[in-house]
């Protein structure tokens, strides 16, 4: 079975803060986006936008697209948890 993929929160902390010394409010001046929601993507209480993603990638690399893939596999990855209780069964084609 397959683990828990990281919020790419973690990845934004990790590998584009720490190795830089930038603190939140510092890197979300820099991005243009408030330091409020800057912490809350970090601390994996927000996601990815398109529009992050976009910055992210401006501003320390890595396509907006990988940035969007990370924040998906997450997602699914949660969403397949409570999957048992979402009651949709196969659509069968009629004759």
């Known amino acids: 079975m397959m683990r828990n993929p990281p ?4 990845s934004v902390l990790d590998l584009c803060l720490k190795p830089l010394d930038l603190t939140i409010t510092d890197a979300a001046a820099h ?5 409020k929601h800057l ?5 994996g209480h927000a996601n990815v936008s398109a529009d992050l993603a ?3 990638e401006k501003a320390f690399g890595g396509s907006a697209e990988t940035w969007i893939r990370l924040q998906a596999a997450h997602d699914l990855w949660q969403a397949k948890q409570d999957a048992s209780q979402i009651k949709v069964s196969r659509i069968r084609r009629v004759a």
Do not use: Y
């Open 7 to 10: 919020h790419p929160g973690e």
């Open 31 to 35: 991005l243009g986006v408030s330091r």
């Open 39 to 43: 912490s809350a993507v970090i601390n």
């Open 54 to 56: 976009i910055r992210l």
